[in-house]
């Protein structure tokens, strides 16, 4: 169920009213998408999480629009974000579909078509990756020319040094006279590893952290949880830097303003899964001139719409490539709560995390729907591990668990390892075989632990959801549901360890 502190800021948030809207913006906006990496739903103060404080985000959802059902199309760092370029669910974008490949040529992406059409465009941090963009004969990253000389002084070890704001700054130096720009600014925080202790070093109190159900409640857990909380704040404070350089230089009210998260927390049973801490992600979008503020949305949306979006604020047709759906008929509405009754879902789904996790570059996919009651998923390969072999056939020597690559490595998995016994049920959960299909109430059961495929009194709950699952992926031409899956088999063994895409 919801935390009372959540409902309290949604309501207050929601009933604070329109004041401050602008009826008129500028033809062409500005652009900028800032992207964090592995962040889950739940951990912004704007939801009414305790575990973090995150003042640039809130004041994005406060002056624009909070979403509170954004997903990613596939919970994994170079396919979720081709799909935010693209316009289109991950399978589709074939090579691409998968972590550590190439980016292939021939696909349409929202960066390239705003550059043509006169946009400055780059980005800093992490843009599309990892993978090979040069093999497609690009002479930048598909989120444009980059940005990242400027470097700071971290406060931790596994921070990064790239200066996100001051790299923002070079890049709008740089701008042609009277040109908008896109920026993609690509938070590399709070990917791991995390500096081990720096949570509780800046004030994290172990008492004070709220442990998921589906990890174990350990000392152990609530450090790691305390180190990724600290990373999630410290690019908050950076997107807080990037926010007043825009007010400062006048350009804040003409630029629409994206933040959200790449796929969720790097945690077992979170990143790379289709559970809800894998696939549902922070989303909070400002655009000053267009968009009236302190509005909270229902609505189901994917990263899939986000370049259908782009294109359609800066006037551009949308190709017919892209499967997504423009935002903006939501972001120009007046109300909050359900704005269109036709986003009651969202899809996504995996084909495999990292090369190397199972034996001959093997997956473990899946595809899933969820509504705002239930979960389902489809495992297409139940047979194999969900998270990788153990051992596995090729896994870093700083990983004591020996295996699992799916499941990044770090305090949390080797806890949960060494102590199996002691946790048997979520270390199961976690690295354990799946069946063929899973049902969760999204209401009754957010962390996704009580299947209920099997129990009678959900049958027609299932059905109808692997019916909509199946109409939705038959029509955006995923190769698995249209009997094609050698293409996403052939891509799995071209690839087979890391660093075969050089």
Not at 17 to 42: K, Y
Not at 178 to 189: D, V
Not at 470 to 485: C, E, K, M, Q, V
Request: charged letters at 25%.
């Amino acid at each position: 169920m919801r935390s009372t502190a959540r409902r309290t800021f949604l309501q207050a948030l929601a009933a604070s009213g329109l004041a401050g809207c602008r009826e008129t913006g500028a033809a062409r906006p500005n652009i900028l998408f800032c992207i964090t990496d592995d962040q889950s739903f739940p951990h912004a103060s704007a939801y009414g999480s305790t575990l973090v404080r995150t003042a640039a985000f809130d004041r994005v959802a406060r002056e624009g629009v909070l979403f509170e059902n954004a997903f990613v199309s596939t919970p994994s760092c170079c396919p979720s974000r081709g799909s935010a370029l693209a316009g289109q669910d991950f399978y589709r974008l074939r090579e691409a579909s998968m972590n550590h490949t190439i980016w292939p040529g021939g696909i349409p992406i929202y960066t390239d078509l705003l550059g043509e059409a006169g946009y400055h465009v780059g980005f800093t941090g992490k843009g599309w990756g990892p993978g090979n963009w040069q093999v497609s004969g690009r002479d930048h990253n598909p989120c444009g020319p980059q940005y990242n000389e400027v470097k700071l002084k971290p406060p931790s070890t596994e921070i990064s040094p790239i200066d996100y704001a001051s790299n923002f700054q070079s890049f709008l130096d740089a701008r042609p006279a009277g040109a908008p720009f896109c920026f993609w600014a690509g938070m590399i925080e709070p990917h791991r590893e995390f500096e081990d202790g720096v949570g509780i070093e800046w004030s994290r109190r172990l008492e004070e952290i709220q442990v998921p159900p589906f990890l174990p409640d350990a000392r152990e857990v609530r450090s790691d949880l305390a180190d990724y909380a600290f990373e999630i704040e410290w690019q908050d404070q950076q997107l807080g830097r990037i926010l007043v350089l825009l007010d400062e230089r006048g350009l804040l009210e003409d630029t629409l303003v994206v933040v959200t998260s790449d796929n969720g927390m790097a945690f077992p049973r979170a990143k790379a899964n289709l559970y809800e801490y894998g696939v549902h992600m922070p989303l909070a979008i400002r655009w000053g001139a267009r968009v009236a503020p302190r509005r909270v949305v229902a609505d189901f949306v994917t990263f899939a719409d986000f370049a259908p979006t782009f294109l359609e604020a800066a006037g551009l047709p949308v190709p017919e490539a892209m499967t997504g759906r423009s935002l903006m008929p939501l972001l120009e509405a007046d109300g909050s709560g359900q704005i269109d009754p036709a986003r009651d879902a969202a899809v996504f789904g995996i084909e495999r995390h990292l090369p190397g996790s199972r034996a001959n570059g093997a997956g473990y996919p899946c595809r899933g729907i969820r509504t705002r009651d239930f979960l389902y998923i489809r495992n297409l390969d139940p047979h194999r591990p969900p998270a990788g072999d153990h051992p596995g056939p090729v896994w870093p020597a700083d990983d004591p668990t020996g295996g699992f690559g799916d499941s990044d490595g770090g305090p949390t998995k080797t806890y949960l390892w060494r102590n199996r016994e002691q946790y048997r049920h979520l270390y199961d959960l976690a690295f354990g075989p799946r069946p063929a299909e899973e049902l969760y109430s999204a209401a009754d059961d957010p962390a996704n632990l009580r299947n209920l495929a099997g129990d009678e009194d959900f049958a027609g709950i299932k059905r109808e959801l692997a019916q909509r699952l199946d109409g939705y992926l038959a029509r955006t031409g995923d190769p698995r549901a249209a009997g094609r899956a050698e293409e996403l088999d052939a891509v799995m063994r071209r690839f087979p360890v890391l660093g075969a895409n050089r």
